[in-house]
């Protein structure tokens, strides 16, 4: 894949610049863990055609300590390690690039999964640019790496014009649930929703929109013992009109929560019981993991097998 960065960008930089660059760069590559051969090559493409000034073993120094770093941090951690790594790259411009070269990296193999949609968002929060913005670019930059539409999960456009106002709003407060579902709305999952609400067509007018998705969150922040969040999650499935919809929605939900970091026990409960209520069979929920992950996961033997 052709790289956004070039010799130029890297040529005014001090060394202190150019390494954040690179760590950037590396930390993409073992975003979700361990990375795949096409991941690796397009790191090394992006190493061997950049100017680090310096040596290999020097370029090998710095991604163990970079690996032993995250190792030792907690998300708060991670977090601030991200922001120091912004203040060493000047620009937004240049920043762009960076995240643009950290996204070909990840989309190599033709898969984003969570955790490196994750990092993503994190790197953009950190690099104050525009979510939305970013999100499409890349998206025009590296057109097939949705697994999500591969394995027809991806909410499209034309599921919501498809559907009543109420269905609408089903869906919204759906996505809501996902961001509020630990009782905390972090930065990264509100910046993923909203990249999400932005693409599809809701058929409201902007006043209208930010109304109803208020509204929603106001009613779900009101819930607090199972049987209400039970009986709201039944009410949603309800509202949704066909089972495809509902494992798209699903799917759109697990991305939010797992926008920043894996998920919590609270996160766990609520997709399990939209799982439920949704009426979602074992074989779809893995399809439907497969599509956050982009991971597949073997199903259980039959019996007699």
């Known amino acids: ?17 150019r390494d954040a660059v690179l760590t950037s760069l590396f930390i993409a590559l073992i975003a979700d863990g361990e990375p795949s051969p096409e991941e690796l090559a397009q790191f090394e493409q992006s190493v061997a055609a950049l100017p680090w000034g310096m040596e290999r073993a020097q370029l090998q120094l710095l991604t163990r300590a970079t690996v032993e770093r995250l190792r030792a941090a907690d998300d708060d951690g991670k977090r601030a390690f991200v922001k120091e790594l912004a203040e060493h790259i000047p620009g937004a411009a240049l920043r762009e690039k960076v995240v643009f070269d950290m996204a070909s990296v990840m989309a190599a193999d033709q898969v984003a999964t969570g955790a490196e949609r994750s990092t993503v968002g994190a790197f953009v929060l950190a690099f104050g640019l525009d979510s939305q913005a970013v999100m499409e670019k890349i998206k025009a930059r590296l057109p097939n790496v949705d697994k999500a539409a591969t394995l027809g999960v991806r909410l499209e456009s034309a599921d919501v014009e498809a559907l009543d106002d109420s269905q609408k709003v089903a869906v919204i407060e759906a996505l809501i649930t996902g961001v509020l579902a630990d009782g905390r709305a972090t930065e990264v999952e509100l910046g993923w929703f909203r990249t999400v609400v932005a693409r599809l067509p809701w058929g409201m007018e902007p006043p209208v929109l930010d109304a109803t998705i208020k509204g929603a969150a106001q009613r779900v922040s009101t819930l607090k013992s199972p049987a209400e969040i039970s009986d709201f999650i039944v ?34 409960n609520t997709l399990g019981a939209l799982v439920l209520a949704f009426g979602i069979t ?17 199903a259980p033997p039959t019996s007699g097998t």
């Not at 960065?5 to 202190?16: E, F, I, N, T, W």
């Not at 074992?282 to 073997?298: F, L, M, N, Q």
């Open 282 to 298: 074992s074989d779809r929920v893995r399809v439907i993991k497969e599509a956050v992950t982009g991971r597949s996961t073997p």
């Open 1 to 17: 894949m052709q790289l956004a960065l070039d010799a130029s960008d890297l040529d005014p930089l001090s060394q202190s610049q």
């Open 235 to 268: 009410g949603l499935a309800t509202r949704l009109p066909s089972q495809l919809l509902r494992e798209k929605v699903l799917y759109t939900v697990a991305t939010i929560m797992s926008a920043e970091r894996a998920l919590n026990d609270l996160e766990q």
